[in-house]
């Protein structure tokens, strides 16, 4: 039997995430890409590569704060992205994932 196919675009499969985190009480963050005259670009100050979402939660005397790399199915990051999550899963408490469309289960069990 072949494995499930997954083909939602990475800006769909972000808008679902989010829709999550909101649905089970996490503050979202993320930058938005805009259209400019050289393509699209994500105006920052800073280091790129930094994740798609950063999430946090006080939630049963129990708080998080998750960032979050969220790449299509055969999507690869690249080594800014590997960088700031190799960095930020060495500090305490900060939960450091990268997020695929095959991996919706275990995304809704770690948001739940």
Same mark, same amino acid.
């Given at each position: 039997?072949?494995?499930? %196919?997954?083909?939602?675009? %990475? ?28 393509? @699209? ?27 979050? %790399? ?8 690249? @080594? ?8 930020? %899963? ?23």
């Amino acid at each position: 039997m072949k494995s499930q %196919e997954y083909t939602i675009r %990475e800006d769909g499969f972000l808008a679902q995430i989010i829709e999550l985190a909101h649905l089970y009480r996490w503050k979202v963050h993320h930058v938005r890409s805009a259209w400019s005259a050289k393509g @699209y670009r994500t105006p920052i100050q800073g280091d790129p590569g930094f994740p798609d979402l950063v999430l946090v939660r006080n939630h049963d005397e129990r708080s998080r704060i998750i960032v979050a %790399e969220v790449k299509a199915e055969r999507g690869r990051l690249t @080594y800014d992205q590997q960088d700031w999550l190799k960095k930020l %899963e060495r500090c305490p408490g900060v939960e450091s994932y990268i997020w695929k469309p095959g991996m919706w289960d275990e995304i809704v069990g770690i948001l739940r």
